[in-house]
């Protein structure tokens, strides 16, 4: 996370100092444990501390046997933490505003098995998409690698997949995503 920002500085414009902000040197943490539906520990998770209003963010791992983390220090401010893992439905915390010093453990952050979605023989070119839209509203859109579209890890249900833009004919289908399964489209 950045200590200092400098703006609109020049090659031409002579010694540049940058002095951190003391305001932004960190000395919080985050804290919590991910599982599965069952309780169990999910192994080798991403965890992916989220300061409000910067830009990146660093990619921490919980323990593989306990699926705890502490992660940090940190500059304060609002914190939210993205978590991921393989065959799992992505999730992430509420956000909780915290002061230099503080401490915040979220608890069982729970994961939910997934599925994924491979459009195959869509070509990729200017305009052209895929996109699936859950039974709940929320969207992803789709990637591409040379002729085929990839989603990332879609929670189980039904919902649909539309696809096409530019010079392909846009169509819709409805879609079941299956927990652990790769649906082919």
């Known amino acids: 996370f950045p200590r200092a920002v400098a703006e609109n500085v020049l090659a031409r414009s002579g010694e540049l100092v940058i002095r951190p902000d003391p305001a932004?040197?960190?000395r919080i943490r985050l804290s919590g444990r991910v599982v599965d539906v069952r309780?169990?520990?999910?192994?080798?998770a991403r965890i992916v501390p989220t300061?409000?209003?910067t830009p990146g963010s660093p990619i921490e791992e919980?323990?593989?046997?306990t699926g705890r983390f502490e992660v940090g220090p940190y500059s304060p401010g609002?914190?939210?933490?993205?978590?991921?893992a393989t065959g799992y439905v992505q999730a992430r915390t509420p956000s909780v505003e915290l002061a230099n010093g503080d401490a915040h453990e979220f608890g069982d952050i729970v994961l939910h098995r997934g599925g994924r979605l491979a459009v195959l023989g869509l070509s990729k070119g200017p305009g052209v998409g895929a996109r699936f839209t859950e039974g709940t509203g929320k969207e992803h859109e789709l990637y591409a690698i040379e002729n085929r579209w990839f989603s990332d890890w879609l929670a189980e249900g039904r919902g649909w997949l539309v696809t096409g833009g530019g010079e392909v004919a846009l169509t819709a289908r409805r879609v079941d995503v299956l927990a652990g399964e790769t649906q082919e489209v």
């Open 78 to 84: 609002t914190w939210s933490v993205l978590v991921q």
């Open 39 to 44: 309780g169990e520990p999910v192994t080798s």
């Open 24 to 26: 932004r040197t960190g």
């Open 51 to 53: 300061l409000l209003g």
């Open 62 to 65: 919980c323990d593989g046997q």
